[in-house]
T-cell receptor
Framework: GQQLNQSPQSMFIQEGEDVSMNCTSS?????WLWYKQDPGEGPVLLIA???AGELTSNGRLTAQFGITRKDSFLNISASIPSDVGIYFC???????????WGAGTKLIIKP | DTEVTQTPKHLVMGMTNKKSLKCEQH?????MYWYKQKAKKPPELMFV???????INESVPSRFSPECPNSSLLNLHLHALQPEDSALYLC?????????????FGSGTRLTVV
C-alpha cells in the first residue's frame, strides 16, 4: 500500500532556529496536508497544498509541494516555544479517499 | 462555528461497561470520521460517515459501534472493551469525504479501559 516517510522523527532545537522537515511518498500525491498536534489535543491543519511546485506560507510556516509530486517540505522560521508538538504530513491519495499519514516529527525546544 | 466538539474529554471505563463518545459539528460538513490514536503514532481511521451513511469501516471490532443520528452528530458506542483499546479517540469532519480541504479535528476523548 501507499506509505509516507516523514523525517526527522524528532528534532531538538534552540529557540530562534529555523526548522525543516519533509515527507516522501512511494507514489504520486495530488494533495499534501500538514498538521500540528499539541499534547492532549487533536491535529490542527496548518497548510494544504494542491499543485506541484506550490509554495504556501502561514505566518512563520512555509510548505512546498515537490515538483515530482512525491514529496513535500515544511519549514518553520525563528522557532518559538509554542512551536513544540508533533507535526504530521498527510495526503488523501487512495481510492477510498482516506488520509495517509506520516509517522510525525516531534519538535522539542531546548531550554 | 468552526469547531468539532467532543465529549467527554476523559473517560475511564471497566471492561464490562457500556459508554458512548459524542461528537458535534455545525460547519455543514457532510463527512464525519472516528479515528483512534495511540501515543506517538499518527491517527488510525476507524469509521467514515458520508451524508449520514456509514461508508467505510476499517475492520473495527464490533465492540465499537458508530452512529450518526443527523448531519451534525456522531456517536461511538463502546461495549466490552479491552485494556488495549485505551487510546485517544478523535472525531473529525470535512466538507465531503474526499477530505481535500483538510479535516477539522476535535480535541479527542482520552479513553482508559481498566
Amino acid at each position: 500500500g501507499q506509505q509516507l516517510n516523514q523525517s526527522p522523527q524528532s528534532m531538538f532545537i534552540q529557540e530562534g532556529e529555523d526548522v525543516s522537515m519533509n515527507c516522501t511518498s512511494s507514489s504520486i500525491f495530488n494533495t499534501w496536508l500538514w498538521y500540528k498536534q499539541d499534547p492532549g489535543e487533536g491535529p490542527v491543519l496548518l497548510i494544504a497544498l494542491y499543485k506541484a511546485g506550490e509554495l504556501t506560507s502561514n505566518g512563520r510556516l512555509t510548505a512546498q509541494f515537490g515538483i515530482t509530486r512525491k514529496d513535500s517540505f515544511l519549514n518553520i522560521s525563528a522557532s518559538i516555544p509554542s512551536d513544540v508538538g508533533i507535526y504530521f504530513c498527510a495526503g488523501p491519495p487512495n481510492s477510498n479517499y482516506q488520509l495517509i499519514w506520516g509517522a510525525g516529527t516531534k519538535l522539542i525546544i531546548k531550554p | 462555528d468552526t469547531e468539532v466538539t467532543q465529549t467527554p474529554k476523559h473517560l475511564v471505563m471497566g471492561m464490562t461497561n457500556k459508554k458512548s463518545l459524542k461528537c458535534e459539528q455545525h460547519m455543514g460538513h457532510r463527512a464525519m470520521y472516528w479515528y483512534k490514536q495511540k501515543a506517538k503514532k499518527p491517527p488510525e481511521l476507524m469509521f467514515v460517515y458520508s451524508y449520514e451513511k456509514l461508508s467505510i469501516n476499517e475492520s473495527v471490532p464490533s465492540r465499537f459501534s458508530p452512529e450518526c443520528p443527523n448531519s451534525s452528530l456522531l456517536n461511538l458506542h463502546l461495549h466490552a472493551l479491552q485494556p488495549e483499546d485505551s487510546a485517544l479517540y478523535l472525531c473529525a469532519s470535512s466538507q465531503d469525504r474526499t477530505g481535500l480541504n483538510g479535516y477539522t479535528f476535535g480535541s479527542g476523548t482520552r479513553l482508559t479501559v481498566v
